[in-house]
């Protein structure tokens, strides 16, 4: 994975380092790259996934 630090200025302080972009080099390889629910074996954890991702339509009131 790569990192990108960026120096920043802050109010009320000096400079700053700040975690940039992130990201992993290539493209994703495979005719599966990219489709989650093979990644997810149990319907459990499929719910679980969508509720995180979803969180705003799945908040308990």
């Known amino acids: 994975?790569?990192?990108q630090?960026?120096?920043k200025s802050a109010p009320?302080?000096?400079e700053v380092e700040v975690l940039g972009a992130t990201f992993e080099e290539g493209k994703p390889e495979g005719e599966d790259a990219g489709k989650w629910?093979?990644?997810l074996g149990t319907r459990q954890e499929k719910?679980?996934?969508l509720?995180?991702?979803e969180?705003?339509?799945y908040e308990k009131e």
């Open 1 to 3: 994975m790569k990192y």
């Open 5 to 7: 630090v960026e120096k």
């Open 12 to 14: 009320g302080r000096e």
């Open 37 to 39: 629910r093979q990644k």
């Open 47 to 49: 719910l679980k996934y």
């Open 51 to 53: 509720q995180t991702g």
């Open 55 to 57: 969180g705003y339509w």
